[in-house]
């Protein structure tokens, strides 16, 4: 009788230790604020360990003149989209090894998604922005905002600015802005190398911005992925 009293009492210890475990866990899991905004997703530097990252979003040096990434510095991404970074990156160094790619934007919680969205709508930069009832493919972890650096991580002169808008961020009209001398010959070919290299590895460009690269359909991303938190 005594070991069974016993046996009861370290049952009701360790369901109370359990429950207040399970009580604790969500400000655990949410108190590191640089973490993944999905447990789905990986750092991208454990895949592609030669990646530089700059999350423009998490500095003022973007088209919010703002933070809004907090304290995530990281380029995290669906585990395909890592792979196929690695790819590129490996494309890269063997035709340039004195290059490196550099992440500006990888996957983007849809509450910055909103805050872009209410900054844009309705204004000329509206197209450059996903509605986040749609969703772009940053929120799925699935695209990545990259340029070309050199092996201490500095940004190639590319034609215009990261998060530019207007035509001369456009690799549509690439080459009428080259023939009208607008884009210079050493830009085009840096934007040329860079998609090279990614569509290699998989990734699909937009025809709008040089710098954004997916890596999936956006119909197969929403058919296979959800929305980040």
Known sequence: MKAKRELVATLNCQLL??????????????????????????DATTVAPDLAVELKYATSDNFMRKNVYGEMTRCYLRK?????????????RALRPDLRLL?????RPLRV?????????????????ADPRTGSMH??????????????????????????????????????????GKLSTPHWTNRLLLRLVMVQAGFIPLDIEWWH???????????RFTKLP
Do not use: I
């Open 17 to 42: 230790t359990v429950n207040c475990l399970f009580l604790l866990w969500p400000a655990v899991a949410t108190s590191a604020p640089g973490g993944p905004p999905s447990p789905e997703l990986v």
């Open 213 to 223: 690269f997916d890596c999936v359909r956006p119909g197969e991303a929403r058919g």
């Open 103 to 107: 992440a500006y934007d990888c996957a």
């Open 113 to 129: 998604q909103r805050l872009m969205w209410k900054l844009v709508k309705g204004t000329p930069s509206q197209p450059y922005v």
């Open 139 to 180: 929120n799925y972890g699935c695209a990545v905002d990259l340029t070309l650096a050199d092996r201490k991580g500095r940004a190639l002169e590319m034609g215009s600015a990261f998060d530019a808008t207007g035509e001369l961020a456009q690799p549509r009209q690439e080459r009428a802005l080259h023939l009208a």
């Open 80 to 92: 395909e989209a890592a792979q196929k970074l690695a790819a590129a990156g490996k494309a890269l």
